[in-house]
């Protein structure tokens, strides 16, 4: 287009393509030019040469034919060239050199003439201050020695074509000389005149001299008679036939007057009887042209083709007949059969032509129909009714290639919009994602808790946010348009489906071969098109190929100006034939009408990891991004085993097939990278989940474990779809392009879940342990699960919690702990080893050694200030002074530091039965233990214990003994047994022989402290279960039962 306008612009001597007014220096050159002709018109008529009408016209001529040579001295149309070289030899482009020194020669027309040595506005002065404005002296005469050379070797040739064309000039001359004389004296002798030496200056002025001497101002001229006149070969004349003219048109005239009305109407009656039996006997043939165009009109092709065939064979025997004469003239019936198949024909093949040119259109046009408009009652195979009907009517082009090209460009071009836009689109709504504020952990936890509520099969509709969710629906959109065997690549494979029936000649056996067979040779596509067409298909391929790839592979696009531009009427674009748009349903989404000085920034550089890719929208948690990263590998996955089975990629080049292997393993390997990344952001905010709400299922636990096993079993699940991307390998040949996922991405999955779980047990103790603030607790924002509400009662708990307790957090997290040490992380990991068929020995292990730790940091931590007091309160009764009877006197009841520690563990019984049931044994034992454990450090005490206090010791540690007996453990009866040793070894002989004879009355005395107590410490009976009883040692006191 630059050319082109550069082009108008040299022609017309412009220096823009749309001037406003008439150019001033056009008048200016009239102006001068008619002044300069009226001041030499008197030089003019001196010089006017004998030759000058020969030169008028060819320079009339001349001017006509030669663009820009309007002429006139410096106008503006000289006929110059673009560019030359220097005259004086300093460089092959004058205009070039102009340029380098800045002059805007290549623009403006006028000032480049005037420095080309061919254009008459040439300016030496000009030319010399510019072009060599800093040449020296010696170049100069360089220059000067080079013009002369050149002005020498034309000078030669123009001297040697003289020399060699002189006789024709010679010839020329006298011709042109007898021709002027004859027309000048009007064929009546010259005057004879007074000889003349012979010189060149005569020879130049001879018609001049003659002229002068005999023209009508010469006295001595003979008059010429007007017989003469008349038949002289002059303009006047006529050129010799003015005599007779005038006599002939009167006898013609007066004949046409008298014989005019006669013959005329007999003539008139026979011609008229002649037509009309000519007319009556080609009656069919002189109807065809109606015919044909009543068929056009009513859309019946079978009568149109009959129709059109009969004339063709009314033409061609015409033209047999006409080739039978052999120059002969024709008699009066041919002539008219002549005349009738020629006006025939004419009307007929014009109709014919215009319906062809329809049906080419409508051929090339029925790529816009979409399947929806074949559902809908459209022909699905139209365009083989059309390429049957051109052959059946002969074309020169082959309407089967005309139709597979036209599809091939369709469907490039359809591609091609739809990636575009789609990935524009894509991008600015990511764009406004990643602008936008990063959600807050409760706001996650609240999408992660959603997979309690619905299948994890189903669409998440809760599982992220609604702008997230929109965004991965146009981005599967967006692939499911260029994958899906419902969408471009289905176009593609039926593409290719279509091609090779033509090519095998399959699809060819009903079409028809035209009139007398003409068509034939359109059945057989040649190998040049049948290659162009394999050729196209991979195209098509390596388009859609690349499309999604960049997709994957790529960072996000910078450049949305596509936005900017009107929506393109795509070939599924919305119009009144068809209806449905493959880019968008209905008009375009206000969103993307964008303002063009204020586009949607980049995304700010936060160091997130999404930020690089563009198939993640930002802020995405690991929930929908599992769900959709599956649909959109199986949709690549099948795409390109799809792609892979097209004929021209499975036999043609193996890069192409490569390709297609690395399209699925680079996106597969991108998925699982962002996938990890996310699932890792969500373990540490799957702490924020918790809600201290007893699970539906289990009382004793919250719903926190069973939330943790959808979480991760979800995420199992589909990154187990992403790495073996099972859903494409019912794909036939899907195992050659779908490859097993190599170790590194396996060993990263087993990573990331191994350290998930870590996480999620970080932040479970860091719940249990975290102190809850009244006002400004981070728990307490969400009023829907947060922590820091003082009771949190549901109708499936069997008590009130209290979830401002720090107790009862660490109770339920220990509850939690116990359920995913033995039912949630097993079964975890046994899905894990059965879905990457790996097995997970040493992560196990490790995992459960860190339960293990994790579950014993948070029991002492329970037990801590409950052991606290127990010691306290132990050492406090001990170091009593009265703790032990005076002499003589037997004890009858536990001390009182007794009862107060043991109520100290009915508060913790209570506390643990209410809230985590399962754990009462275990806490309970675990006190049990401990207190014995300060029972004897506070026994090694005292050096000495009498008899006395010796049946006092006894008296308190089995009273706690039988009161606990639910609860004792073989480490509860080894410190027991500790502890009698401990008092044995601090009493003599003596003491030993007198206990032994007061224990029936210690086990009288015990057994009524047990039915005084009952009901205070009635929490601690143990069911009723026969065979079972405690075990006690070293102790008489063991048969005593409570």
Not at 286 to 297: F, H, N, R
Request: charged share 25%; net charge neutral; proline share 6%.
């Amino acid at each position: 287009m630059a050319d082109y306008e550069r082009t108008v612009l040299d022609f017309y001597q412009l220096s823009t393509p749309f001037p406003s007014e008439w150019p001033q220096e056009r008048n200016d050159k009239d102006d001068e030019s008619s002044g300069d002709e009226r001041e030499q018109s008197s030089k003019l008529q001196r010089r006017k040469s004998r030759y000058q009408a020969l030169e008028r016209a060819a320079g009339d001529r001349r001017s006509s034919y030669i663009p820009g040579s309007e002429g006139g001295k410096g106008g503006v149309g000289n006929l110059v060239q673009k560019d030359e070289p220097d005259p004086l030899g300093s460089t092959d482009s004058v205009v070039r050199h102009l340029r380098s020194l800045g002059l805007p020669v290549q623009d403006d027309a006028r000032l480049r003439n005037r420095f080309l040595l061919s254009s008459t506005t040439f300016s030496p002065a000009l030319f010399l201050s510019q072009v060599h404005s800093t040449a020296d002296t010696g170049t100069l005469l360089n220059g000067l020695q080079y013009l002369s050379q050149s002005i020498d070797q034309k000078s030669a040739s123009l001297k040697v074509l003289v020399e060699s064309n002189f006789e024709r000039f010679v010839k020329a001359k006298a011709t042109i000389d007898n021709v002027y004389r004859e027309m000048k004296y009007r064929g009546a002798e010259p005057p004879q005149s007074r000889p003349r030496p012979h010189s060149r200056h005569a020879s130049r002025n001879s018609y001049r001299n003659s002229f002068n001497a005999a023209g009508p101002s010469n006295p001595l001229a003979p008059q010429m008679g007007d017989s003469r006149k008349k038949n002289a070969l002059t303009k006047e004349s006529e050129y010799g036939v003015m005599g007779i003219k005038a006599p002939l048109l009167d006898v013609s005239a007066k004949a046409e007057d008298v014989w005019g009305p006669a013959l005329g109407g007999r003539e008139k009656e026979e011609h008229l009887k002649t037509v009309s039996a000519q007319l009556n006997q080609f009656r069919d043939y002189v109807e065809l042209s109606p015919t044909i165009a009543d068929s056009i009109k009513r859309k019946d092709y079978e009568t149109l083709v009959e129709e059109y065939n009969r004339a063709r064979k009314f033409a061609d025997a015409t033209r047999r007949m006409v080739d039978d004469l052999r120059g002969e003239a024709p008699a009066e019936t041919q002539l008219y059969q002549i005349l009738l198949a020629g006006r025939m024909w004419h009307d007929v093949d014009l109709q014919i032509q215009n319906f062809k040119r329809d049906l080419w259109k409508r051929l090339v046009s029925l790529n816009a129909v979409t399947k929806s408009d074949v559902a809908a009652g459209r022909a699905q195979d139209q365009h083989m009714d059309l390429i049957s009907l051109l052959l059946e009517l002969g074309v020169g082009d082959n309407p089967v290639w005309v139709w597979l090209l036209s599809r091939y460009d369709h469907l490039k071009g359809k591609i091609l919009a739809v990636a575009e836009r789609s990935k524009v689109e894509i991008e600015v709504l990511r764009r406004r994602l990643a602008t936008g504020d990063k959600p807050t952990p409760q706001a996650i936890a609240t999408h992660l808790r959603s997979l309690g509520r619905q299948p994890t099969e189903e669409k998440p509709t809760s599982s992220d946010a609604a702008d997230v969710l929109e965004l991965w629906d146009k981005m599967l959109g967006f692939l499911s348009n260029l994958l899906s065997s419902s969408g471009i690549l289905g176009e593609v494979v039926e593409f290719w489906q279509t091609v090779q029936g033509f090519i095998d000649g399959r699809a060819q056996k009903s079409l028809p071969t035209g009139y007398n067979g003409e068509s034939r040779i359109h059945h057989q596509l040649s190998d040049k098109v049948v290659g162009d067409l394999k050729k196209g298909t991979v195209d098509l391929v390596e388009i859609i190929r690349e499309y999604v790839y960049v997709f994957f592979a790529g960072p996000p696009p910078e450049d949305i100006s596509m936005l900017f531009s009107p929506l393109p009427m795509t070939p599924n674009s919305a119009s009144p034939t068809t209806p449905g748009s493959a880019l968008s349903p209905g008009p375009r989404d206000p969103r993307f009408n964008l303002d063009p000085n204020n586009p949607p920034p980049p995304s700010p550089k936060r160091g997130e990891t999404w930020e690089k890719l563009a198939f993640w929208p930002p802020w995405s948690n690991s929930l929908s991004g599992v769900y959709y990263l599956s649909k959109m590998l199986a949709l690549v996955g099948s795409g390109a085993s799809d792609m892979a089975s097209i004929g021209p990629v499975a036999s043609g080049e193996p890069q192409v097939v490569e390709n297609l292997k690395t399209l699925v393993g680079a996106s597969r390997e991108r998925c699982v990278t962002a996938l990890c990344a996310a699932w890792n952001r969500d373990a540490e905010n799957i702490k924020y989940v918790e809600d201290w709400q007893r699970s539906a299922e289990l009382g004793d636990v919250t719903r926190m474990p069973s939330s943790f096993s959808a979480f991760e079993g979800t995420l199992l699940l589909g990154m187990q779809k992403i790495l073996y991307i099972s859903e494409a390998m019912s794909k036939p040949g899907a195992g050659d392009i779908v490859l097993p996922p190599p170790t590194k991405l396996l060993q990263m999955v087993r990573s990331q879940y191994v350290t998930t779980l870590y996480k999620a047990l970080s932040g479970m103790v860091e719940n249990a342990e975290r102190s809850v603030k009244k006002t400004d607790d981070e728990w307490a924002t969400e009023g829907e699960w947060s922590t820091a509400a003082p009771h949190v009662e549901t109708l499936l708990s069997r008590s009130t919690l209290d979830a401002g307790d720090r107790n009862v957090r660490m109770l339920l997290t220990l509850s939690n702990l116990q359920a995913l040490r033995s039912q949630v992380v097993p079964s975890l990991n046994s899905q894990f080893e059965n879905a990457f068929s790996v097995k997970l020995t040493d992560e196990s292990k490790t995992i459960r050694d860190v339960l293990g730790q994790i579950d014993a940091r948070l029991f002492q931590s329970y037990t801590k200030k409950s052991i606290e007091k127990l010691r306290e309160t132990i050492q406090a009764g001990l170091s009593a002074d009265d703790w032990a009877p005076p002499p003589g006197q037997r004890p009858t009841a536990a001390k009182p530091y007794i009862y107060e520690a043991l109520l100290t563990l009915v508060l913790v019984h209570s506390q643990v039965s209410t809230t985590a049931s399962s754990l009462t044994a275990q806490v309970l034992s675990f006190l049990l233990e401990q207190t014995s454990v300060q029972l004897l450090d506070a026994f090694r005490k005292r050096p000495r214990y009498p008899l006395e206090a010796l049946m006092q010791a006894t008296l308190d540690v089995e009273f706690v003994a039988q009161t606990l007996s639910h609860y004792t453990t073989e480490r509860a009866s080894e410190l027991q047994g500790q502890i009698y040793q401990e008092l044995d070894s601090r009493t003599d002989n003596d003491a030993r022989a007198r206990l032994q004879s007061e224990l029936p009355e210690m086990r009288s005395v015990l057994k009524k402290l047990r039915e005084a107590s009952k009901s205070e410490f009635a929490c601690f009976k143990k069911p009723k279960r026969p065979g079972h009883g405690p075990s006690r040692t070293n102790s008489g006191l063991s048969s005593v039962s409570g």
